[in-house]
Structures are given as C-alpha cells and as structure tokens.
C-alpha cells in the first residue's frame, strides 16, 4: 500500500508538467506580442483569455504597465469573458500606482464604474495614499468623491493615513475640508477619525494660527458621542490655547485630564511645560514659578523647555533674580542652557540696568562655546544704548560689520533709530544706504524715525535724500503716495466735532480708574475659610493644588481675565506695502505728536477710525502720552476709556502713562493704588515705572513711601539708573533733607552711575541748600554767643 501511495504521488505531478509548461508558453508568447505590437496581433480565438492568464500578465515584470492596461481592457472587450472583478481591478491599481502611471487611474475608475464593480477600501486606501505622495491633492479629493458615489462606507482606518499625509505637506484645508465631511456624514455609519488624524489636524491648526478654524474643530469634535482626547490631543490643546491667551480653558482641560488620571494617562511634564507657559504668557510668572514647584514635587522633573519657559517669562516681568536662579539651577541639574535662554536673561538684565551682570554673562556664553545669533549681539547694542553706553554699543556694531556677520536689518534699524534721537541725521541716512547695498530691508521702523528726525529738525530736504539712498525699495515711494493721499484726504475730510479737544471725552472721574485696570483676580487672593476647606475636601491627596484651585476658580465663574500683557503692544502690524493702512496711522500720529500737533493727530485718528480701521496699542499709548505731557489728563482718560472699550490690550507703557498723569496731578495716593492693582493681576514694575511712582511720591511730600519703594526696586533685582537718584537727590534736597540727598548722591557714584545734565542742575542745587544750612548755623552761633556776651 506504501509504494501504491508513493506511485500515484510521483505520477501527479508529472501528469500536470504539460499543462504548466503550456500555460508559461502562452504566458510568454502573449507577454512578447503585446511588448512587440501590443493587442492588434492578438485573436479572441488564439488567445484563451482568463482570469488566472490575465492576473499573471498583470503581474509580468517585463511588461510596460501601458502594454498590461492595453491588455486589460482588451480583454474586457471580449464576449466570453465578460466584466472583471473587483480584485482584478485592486491588482490593476496597484500595478499602476507602484510603476507611478497614476494618470491612468481616471480610465480605470470610469470603467469600474460601469461594470458596476466597488472596490475594497484598501483598493482606495492605497491610490488615496499614491496621489497624495506624488503631490496630486485634487486627484485625490477627486477619489473621496467617486467612493462616495459608489455608496462605499468611509472609515477611520482608511483616513487615518491620508490626513496626516495631507496634514504633512501643508494641505491643511484640504485636510480639514476631509475631516468635516467625515464628522459631517449623515448616513451615521462613518465611525470618528482615529486619534492620530485629529491629532495631526489640531497640530497644524495651531502651527498656521487658525485659531478660528482650530476652535470649531475642536468644538465640533466634543460635541460627537463617543469622541474622546488621548493625552497627546489634551497636551496639544492646552498648548494651542495657552499661546493664543486662553487660559481659562486650558485649566478646564488639565482638571478634565486630571480626572482621568486614574485610567490610562493624566498630566505629564509636556502638560506641565504648556500650562507653565500658558500662565508666562498671561504675565502670571508667580503662579508659573508655584506650578513649577508643585511639578517637581508630583515626581516630573523638569526639562530643557521647562527652565528656557521660566526664564523667558521671569526675565521679561523684571523677576531677574528668579531668572538667575533658575538658569542656575538648570545648569546644576545638567542642562547646558542654549542660545535662547542666554538671549532671554542677558536681555532681562540689560532691561534691568544690570549691565556689568550682562556682560559678564555674555563672556561666560562665549567661554561655554554658545554660539551667538544676530539676535544675541542686537540686544546687546540696544541694551547699551539704552543704558547710555552708546559708545561700546557703536564699536561692537562697527566690529561686526567689519567682520561681516552677526548683523542683519534689525541691527541697522536699531543704530539708526538711535542716530536719530541724538539728531545725527546725516550719519542715520547714510546707515539707511549701507543697508540697501547689503540688501537688508528698510522697514517702516526705521522709515518712521527717520521722518520724525526730518520734522523735528526742520530738514526738507530729508525726504530726497532719502529716495535717493532707496533707489530699489518701494517702501519710501509707498509711504511718500500714501501721506499725500492722507494730506488730501484730511484736507476734504469734514470732522464731525468742531474742536478737537474734546474728542475722548472722560466717563467719570479718576476716581473711576480702578475699574479700567480691573479687579485683583482670585489667584492672587489667599484662601482661607470655605475655599480652603472645598479645596481639602476635593481631593487631600493632590499633587496639585495650586493648579486644582485656578481651575476650580474657572469653573465656578470667578476666574478675572488677565488684563496685562507681558509684551509691549506691536506697532507695525502688517507687512509688505499692501497693508499699510494701521501702520501708517501710526507712523504719522508719531509725527503729529512728535511736533505737538495734537489737534492734526486727533483729526488723523478720527478720520481712520470712522474708516472701520482698529486702532492698535501703540496708536493709543502714543495719544495719551502727547496728552499727559500737554497737561490734558481729562484726554488722557478718555483715551484709556475707549481703549478699554475696544479690548484692546494694556501693556507697561499703557500703566507707566497712567502713572505718569496720576503723579503729575498730584494723585499719588492713587497712582500707588493702580500699582497695587497691577501687582495683583501679575504685572511687574520696570524701570520707566519705579522712578515714575518715585518722582510723584517725592512730589506729593511721602520721602518716606518713596525710599521704601527705592529699596524695593533694589531687592526686585533692578539697578536704579541716573533718573533714579537725580529724582530722589531733588526730592530729599527740596524737603531739606540734606544728609539723605548726599547719601543718594554718594550712593550714585558707588554704583557708577553717570551723572548727566539733570544731575548737575540738581547738585547745583543741593550745593546752594547746603550753603543756606550753614549760613543759618553760623548765625544761629554767633546769636548765642551776642547772647552770652550781653548776659
């Protein structure tokens, strides 16, 4: 029986031989016609066409895919055969898109189409995934559309891919136009986008600052049954809306991931270091630095990002010593700090008047091997100008020039604008033509200090000179047709207010300016009885509960806005000539007021306003600082009013002009009132503002407030500068405090604090003061001794 089996088995195969051997021969014959002539020699008699014939001519690797399509549909043709099948068609497709004749693919949809054959999703998944790769989008929608009219049922799965394919090539609103008609479909039967496509849809989202389309995909995506964040869409949320201001949601969505902390994930660091940086950037740096702490202490230890986070924000609120601390502590626990958090702190201490700190820091960069940027060395030169180095700032900006790097248009900008405010005319224009023959870009910056540099000094001839130093550019011939539209325009421009003085009239008194700076929020508050008490009782084990009080803060309705920027408001907002409406406004306003023409200012901000153009921060900043100069404080609040009612955000100029009023009517009671607000909502104090609060204290007779508060600006980590002393020298001499004044000037000179004009007029004097106090001592004496003698 044994050998009867092994005979029939060796028969077998030797009984199929023949037609094997037969059917490669046709294979090759057939294979040779159409390479040599195509499908015209080929007979529906002579060739036995089927379906195992025509999958092995599909897949024959020497065949050119237009001979196996040719063949294809040749053989459709044929009466006996009949229509192929859907996975005849899958093998065509995937024959094409692997030898990339992906323009045949239309013909092959429409003859699918008509057989009446629907392909399986991978069939689509995979020329989804071809189009896409070759760049071909529209190509692409054009197969979502034809699945859709075979009825095919859309999947996550088949999506998933396609989206972040799309995502990737920067086809975001091709993307999202293929995501909502996935959320969108009404058959009820299209299951939700896996996580990794909204994911990848939400990142590009952010990444183009569409915060309009991110939020209503975001919303429509919360309001799908069954639809819920993994941790990598909560972490890229809370991002999204912490660098967008939104902070209340980004507590709701942390306490939302709390909660689910006991499943699969909760907070991690990358959480943390969004939240950290959401609250630096509404300018609460204080509950940042609490969140920190309570970070490290829920077992994350901290990261690169964390600490380049906080010294980026403790740096611009002025908290240097925090900031010196943390890029201590960063470079102790092993971090090397890179060329972005030296260029965050050496811009905080120069900010802060700490100059030898700066440069020491900047040497000590050097020595660690940091390679410094353009923007390293354009801090530096403007920090010394503004810390009255101005010679070391113009031999570092010569030095690099010579070598040839390190210095690109802002470094020019900044040197020009600073020729400029010390009237060197001359020297700023022939700047400007250096920086067209290098090919830096004039902006408008540096356009406008120069027209200011021009109206100031009364040179006409300015404006020439100038087109003749911007030959290429199309900025200057912009600016010069646009302010001869505005002149024109203002000239027919019928205002609707006879004078121009009452153009922001005040609501209310100053009294009322509290209510314009808002109220203290919540977080700064302590807690204490029943908050205290709802706190423990929610959770006594949490690893944070500072940040669970914010959030709680949010959703009871108690959460106060942040009213504070920590940045200045920007005053060139668009770019190119096309959108120079705003920043013309401004640039022109600055000229107005710059020549005290308040009255031509006013008309200008009038007639632009009516245009429907949003004025920006700087625009009102600019107003209320020419009125508070002027003495028109009623103005001034009434420019803060509507700047209120526009939401348009304040920043420290904003408060250091409110300041500035306050202390010159006298109202220093107040103005320390608003300080302490401002405090409260997360905002710091810079130099313009110490010595601001210093000067009208003195004025208004409180030495002693305004000595407390000089200490408070040292211990703060900010170095008083000359106006500093020359304020509090005036102020201690004027009240015949004399021993305090020669302290103060003493002290100046210790710090190596440069005298200037202003100092001199005020030791004159403190010298004159001195002289009196003698005087009436050495008569008081000789009195006495009149006395004595007569006695």
């Known amino acids: ?45 002579t060739v036995p066409v089927t379906d195992s014939l025509l999958r092995q001519i599909l897949s024959h690797r020497s065949l050119h895919p237009s001979r196996k399509l040719e063949f294809f549909t040749w053989s459709r043709s044929l009466a006996h055969f009949g229509k192929h099948s859907a996975s005849m068609y899958s093998h065509l497709f995937w024959v094409m898109c692997r030898a990339h004749q992906l323009e045949e693919v239309p ?76 959320l969108d479909s009404s058959n009820g039967e299209v299951s939700l986008p896996s996580a990794v496509a909204y994911n990848e849809v939400l990142v590009a989202l952010r990444k183009a600052d569409m915060r309009a389309e991110f939020r209503e995909l975001f919303d429509k995506l919360r309001g799908k049954d069954g639809f819920e964040l993994d941790a990598w869409g909560y972490n890229i949320c809370i991002h999204a809306f912490g660098c967008w201001g939104d902070l209340p949601s980004c507590l709701r969505l942390f306490e939302e991931m709390k909660a689910k902390s006991l499943g699969s994930f909760g907070p991690d660091l990358c959480t943390y270091n969004s939240l950290i940086q959401s609250l630096c950037l509404a300018g609460k740096v204080r ?134 405010k010390e009237g060197q005319l001359e020297e700023a224009l022939k700047l400007v033509q250096e920086m067209e023959v290098r090919g830096f870009v004039v902006d408008l910056v540096t356009i406008t200090s120069l027209l200011i540099g021009f109206h100031k000094h009364g040179w006409w001839d300015g404006m020439e000179m100038l087109m003749k130093h911007i030959r290429d550019g199309n ?78 803060q949010v959703n009871a309705g108690d ?23 705003t920043d013309m406004v401004n640039t022109f306003l600055s000229i107005f007021l710059a020549k005290g023409k308040l009255s031509l200012a006013c008309k200008l901000f009038e007639m632009f306003t009516d245009m429907g153009i949003d004025p920006t921060s700087y625009t009102y900043n600019s107003l209320m600082s020419s009125f508070v100069k002027k003495g028109y404080f009623d103005e001034a609040l009434g420019v803060l009013n ?40 997360g905002g710091y104090l810079d130099v313009v503002m110490y010595n601001t609060l210093i000067n009208a204290l003195g004025k208004a007779g409180r030495i002693d407030e305004a000595c407390k508060l000089f200490e408070q600006m040292r211990t703060s980590g900010i170095c008083p500068d000359v106006v500093t002393f020359n304020t509090l020298i005036e102020v201690h001499s004027k009240a015949g405090r004399l021993k305090d004044a020669y302290k103060f000037l003493k002290m100046m000179l210790d710090a190596g604090v440069s005298p200037n004009h202003v100092t001199d007029t005020t030791l004159d004097f403190l010298g004159r003061e001195i002289e009196k106090l003698r005087y009436q001592k050495a008569s008081m004496v000789r009195v006495d001794t009149d006395d004595s003698v007569s006695g």
Not at 2 to 28: D, E
Not at 147 to 164: D, I, K, Q
Not at 322 to 343: H, L, S
Not at 380 to 396: H, Q
Request: proline share 4%; charged share 25%; net charge neutral.
């Open 107 to 182: 013909l092959l949809l429409r003859l699918m189409k008509e057989d009446g054959v629907v392909a399986d999703s991978w069939t689509f998944k995979l020329l989804l995934d071809a189009f896409i790769r070759s760049g071909k989008f529209d190509a692409a929608l054009e197969i979502l559309d034809h699945m859709e009219e075979l009825g095919m049922r859309l999947n996550s799965h088949m999506y998933t891919s396609v989206l972040a394919a799309l995502v990737r090539k920067g086809q975001v609103g091709l993307a999202l136009s293929i995501f909502y008609k996935l």
């Open 1 to 45: 029986m044994h050998h009867r089996h092994a005979l029939k088995a060796s028969k077998k195969p030797s009984s199929s031989r023949p037609h094997q051997l037969a059917n490669t021969l046709l294979v090759a014959s057939v294979a040779k016609t159409l390479s040599q002539s195509g499908t015209r020699n080929l007979g529906p008699d």
């Open 287 to 420: 509950d940042a630095l609490i969140v920190w702490g309570e970070m490290k202490g829920s077992g994350h230890d901290p990261d690169a990002f964390t600490y380049r986070i906080l010294i980026q924000g403790c740096s611009k609120s002025y908290l240097i010593d925090d900031a010196a601390r943390i890029f201590d502590e960063m470079q102790y626990n092993g971090f090397r700090p890179d060329v972005i958090a030296y260029n965050s702190l050496l811009d905080g201490l120069l900010k802060a008047k700490r100059v030898n700190e700066a440069c020491q820091l900047f040497d000590k960069m050097v020595q660690e091997g940091i390679r410094a940027t353009c923007w390293t060395y354009n801090i530096l030169i403007d920090g010394l100008f503004k810390n009255g180095r101005a010679e070391g700032a113009y031999t570092i900006f010569c030095d690099l020039k010579k070598k040839g790097q390190f210095v690109d248009g802002i470094t020019y900008s900044i040197v020009t604008v600073q020729l400029c």
């Open 475 to 552: 900025l200057v011939p912009s600016v010069l047709k646009w302010q001869a539209d505005m002149e024109t325009a203002m000239e027919r421009y019928k205002s609707k207010r006879k004078d121009y003085t009452p153009m922001f009239p005040s609501k209310g008194g100053f009294h009322e300016i509290m209510s314009l700076v808002g109220s203290p929020t919540v977080s700064e508050e302590p807690v204490t009885g029943d908050d205290e008490a709802l706190c423990i009782d929610s959770d006594q084990w949490s690893s944070s509960p500072y940040m669970d009080r914010l959030a709680s």
């Open 642 to 681: 509507e700047m209120g009612e526009r939401v348009c955000p304040t920043d420290i100029v904003t408060y250091n002009l409110i300041i500035q009023g306050l202390g010159k009517m006298g109202k220093a009671d107040l103005a320390s009132a608003v300080l302490d607000k401002l405090m409260k909502h």
């Open 559 to 581: 959460y106060t806005p942040q009213l504070f920027s920590l940045s200045k408001g920007p005053r060139v907002q668009g770019q190119g000539t096309s959108t120079l409406d």
